[in-house]
């Protein structure tokens, strides 16, 4: 059974930049997209990103772009989030879940696993 675990999270100050990580077992990311999302307090989960390696695509949701990038490194399995100029409004729980495909990412499907998640908290 796949296992996602994310690490990174903390305290920043507006402003300030954050990078998270999601190592992935059992399943080779490679071959899968991996999509991070984030559940900040009262809210539903909110997708803030897709990537596949295989089909060389990534997709950034417009409250991130130009401000967080997605990276694979593929020989340590991992995936990762650089997230810059945070705003109190990206205080969440991040966590990141593998797919199959790019386009059940991207479509909102199934997910062949999912990570605990991670708290970023933006606060001055």
């Known amino acids: 059974q796949v296992q996602l675990v994310e690490s990174g999270g903390g305290l920043v100050k507006p402003g300030e930049s954050l990078s998270l990580a999601c190592a992935v077992s059992?399943?080779?990311?490679?071959?899968?997209?991996i999509g991070w999302f984030r559940q900040a307090p009262g809210k539903e989960d909110e997708k803030i990103s897709c990537?596949?390696?295989?089909?060389?695509?990534?997709w950034l949701d417009d409250s991130v772009r130009g401000r967080f990038t997605v990276a694979t490194d593929l020989a340590k399995n991992t995936g990762y989030l650089y997230m810059a100029n945070l705003k109190p409004e990206d205080t969440a729980v991040y966590y990141c879940?593998?797919?199959?495909?790019?386009?059940?990412?991207?479509?909102?499907?199934?997910?062949?696993?999912r990570g605990q998640g991670t708290q970023v908290t933006v606060s001055s």
């Open positions: 059992e399943l080779t990311l490679g071959h899968h997209t």
């Open positions: 879940a593998l797919f199959q495909q790019f386009r059940f990412c991207s479509e909102s499907g199934e997910y062949e696993g």
């Open positions: 990537r596949s390696s295989n089909i060389g695509t990534t």
